[in-house]
């Protein structure tokens, strides 16, 4: 170990190749000067009022939290897992410095939606606008949003929320200008290279000139050797379906996903406010429109129990519906509007049916499992996190905002309120909060690749979300 030593110093001059990040607690003045001050502001915004000495110690963690998980490191300096990609300061999910424990201290692509929630609705919005030009930034040097703002994660990237995000700043209230304009362009040009890419030129494309004909506008993740690599792409990184049909399925959450972002800059074109160009607008109104019916066509299933939104297989000998109980294929279709009302209905009865516990929905359903596509339970390297019984805050969260689009409003509050006394009263337990929790009292979580992961970034911006919403509803206990 000596001479490992001895020899970088002699070479380098230094033993230490990554210095500490630089904490950013001064970003924070949004909310105040001091930590009094930002709670009882934070308190403010998200509930109005003031709330019990129980939840204060939890407003007072999240501020905590924000500051040790706020970052920034010099662009293309040596990060803890590669060169940092990030040109602004962002959040890391754990807030964890320490390299010699694993973590995550990178900023993530899908994990920075949510956690932008938490920071729009405390105000935070030249902070969480910098988080989504760190992405767009990247694109436009390497042609790729990652899955991580660190070289070793450019092999793949993630579920692009970057529309979203814009939408969210500027109906919160943040100006629209060139920046934004330019943020929309990279976002507009990310979507006709890495997702929509038949007739590019590229060699590894998702989208075959076999596959456009037969599905239309449907796409599906990259073509990797390793279908792990294919379920960090999908976001839910360990999980049974990527595991098995790797990229040759059609995923239902990834085209919902675009179809919302497709949706979005219909929505953004058509406002005198910001986009104002008719001709790009009418152009995604049909691109919508077409997609719209692709979708349907491909993945309606009307197969006994499985009937709802189904991942299709493109796999010869398993051509098809992939009749799996996998709850991302149930609400992503609801959070982007592309179910009709009474399939609304049918996936809101599948949810309470099949993956409701007492305190939330678990990602995948034991009961659809059985007799189906992937019968056969995770185990060894893959019992995987992304499966029964664990309920993922970013899930719990695209599900009430799906509900609440078909007007299930009163069914959505009663799963938000559940799920916070949970996490509540969690909170009490472990002094913080976890990357992801079981669906019931009667489970444990299963721990995956790498154990419950405390912190936790998209966790906070899920539960300021919920608690604002039940606040506004009168819902909230003290």
Request: proline share 5%.
């Amino acid at each position: 170990m000596d001479l490992i030593l001895q020899l970088r110093q002699k070479i380098l001059g230094k033993t230490t190749t990554v210095n500490p990040s630089q904490l950013k607690k001064d970003l924070y003045q949004f909310l105040g000067s001091t930590k009094e001050k930002r709670v009882d502001t934070l308190i403010k915004k998200v509930i109005g009022t003031q709330t019990s000495e129980k939840r204060k110690k939890i407003f007072e963690h999240i501020i905590d939290f924000w500051e040790c998980s706020t970052i920034e490191v010099g662009y293309k300096e040596p990060g803890f897992k590669g060169l940092n990609l990030a040109k602004r300061p962002f959040l890391t999910p754990t807030g964890s410095n320490d390299s010699s424990v694993f973590a995550f201290d990178e900023q993530y692509r899908w994990d920075t939606f949510f956690q932008n929630k938490g920071l729009i609705l405390a105000g935070g919005f030249n902070l969480a606008f910098g988080q989504v030009m760190n992405l767009t930034d990247v694109f436009q040097e390497f042609k790729r949003i990652p899955n991580a703002l660190s070289i070793p994660f450019l092999s793949r990237p993630q579920p692009p929320f970057e529309m979203m995000m814009i939408m969210d700043l500027l109906k919160g209230g943040f100006k629209h200008d060139e920046k934004i304009r330019l943020v929309v362009n990279v976002i507009e040009e990310e979507l006709v290279t890495e997702w929509f890419d038949y007739g590019t030129g590229k060699q590894n494309c998702r989208q075959s000139k076999d596959l456009v004909e037969k599905y239309g506008l449907l796409t599906r993740y990259e073509p990797h050797s390793n279908p792990f690599i294919v379920g960090c792409e999908d976001g839910k990184d360990h999980n049974w379906i990527t595991a098995t049909y790797s990229f040759e399925h059609l995923p239902v959450q990834l085209n919902a996903i675009l179809f919302r972002a497709i949706s979005l800059l219909f929505e953004y074109y058509s406002s005198l406010n910001w986009g104002n160009d008719a001709m790009k607008a009418e152009l995604y109104h049909d691109y919508k429109k077409k997609m719209s019916r692709d979708f349907q066509k491909v993945f309606w299933c009307e197969t006994g129990k499985w009937k709802g939104f189904r991942n299709y297989s493109l796999l010869p000998e398993k051509k098809g519906h992939i009749l799996y109980g996998d709850l991302s294929s149930e609400i992503f279709p609801l959070f982007s509007n592309l179910a009709t009302v009474p399939q609304a209905e049918i996936i809101k009865k599948n949810l309470s049916r099949y993956y409701e516990g007492d305190i939330g929905f678990a990602a995948t359903s034991i009961k659809l499992r059985q007799g189906g596509s992937i019968p056969k339970k995770p185990s060894g390297q893959w019992k995987f996190q992304w499966e029964h019984p664990n309920c993922w805050p970013p899930l719990m969260f695209i599900a009430v905002e799906g509900l609440k689009n078909y007007g299930y409003i009163k069914e959505a509050l009663t799963y938000q309120k559940k799920w916070v006394e949970f996490v509540e009263e969690e909170f009490d337990r472990i002094l913080g909060f976890a990357e992801k929790y079981p669906y019931s009292r009667n489970t444990k979580v299963e721990p995956g690749y790498y154990r419950v992961m405390k912190g936790f970034g998209w966790t906070i911006g899920v539960y300021l979300q919920f608690i604002y919403d039940l606040s506004k509803e009168g819902l909230l206990l003290n």
